[in-house]
């Protein structure tokens, strides 16, 4: 299981440059003003315990599929740690993309749930050519809400695969 992880952070690292012509968002200011000016996720942003925002994931597939993308957690809008995302996949999925990834947090029950590390999620269906907007499911499922905005790419995909996140505490 561990040669498969590697295997899938090493044809993400390979194929990641597919990702190079899509629009970038580096700021974390710009990435929450994206998400806010949706209708649909305005409610979460005033009603969450808290907040989980990936400005930029890169992700690449050729059958095998991987991404990853660097955050930050928030709570009564303040940081209060950092989290990494690393996502493994496989099926049918071809191509690359650059998105931004939100992650509600109903309760602190959620939250602390995935400050341990014990958050998870997958199973998806997509297609993403050029620029989309945000998607999302718009209640909260096992205490959380996840939403992401496409900034580009060219990706085909249905495959089979999960999220994992590490969450460091700001110091």
């Given at each position: 299981m561990k040669m498969f992880r590697w295997g899938l952070l090493l044809v993400a690292l390979l194929l990641m440059p597919l990702t190079g012509s899509a629009q970038q968002v580096q700021d974390y200011s710009k990435a929450k003003n994206a998400f806010r000016s949706s209708p649909e996720v305005r409610w979460f942003f005033e009603n969450a315990y808290g907040y989980a925002l990936f400005p930029?994931?890169?992700?690449?597939?050729?059958?095998?599929?991987?991404?990853?993308?660097e955050?930050?957690?928030?709570r009564n809008g303040k940081v209060t740690g950092t989290a990494?995302?690393?996502?493994?996949?496989?099926?049918f999925q071809w191509g690359g993309q650059a998105y931004s990834e939100f992650i509600f947090f109903?309760?602190?029950?959620?939250?602390?749930?995935?400050?341990?590390?014990?958050?998870?999620?997958?199973?998806?269906?997509?297609?993403?050519?050029?620029?989309?907007?945000?998607?999302?499911?718009?209640?909260?499922?096992?205490?959380?809400?996840?939403?992401?905005?496409?900034?580009?790419?060219?990706m085909v995909e249905g495959s089979v695969g999960g999220q994992r996140f590490t969450y460091v505490p700001k110091q």
């Open positions: 930029v994931v890169g992700k690449a597939a050729l059958i095998i599929g991987g991404a990853y993308g955050g930050q957690v928030y990494n995302l690393i996502h493994g996949s496989i099926g109903k309760d602190d029950a959620a939250i602390a749930n995935f400050r341990r590390g014990n958050f998870e999620f997958g199973a998806q269906a997509s297609a993403v050519a050029a620029t989309a907007g945000a998607s999302a499911d718009t209640s909260y499922d096992k205490g959380v809400a996840v939403f992401t905005h496409a900034a580009g790419g060219l």
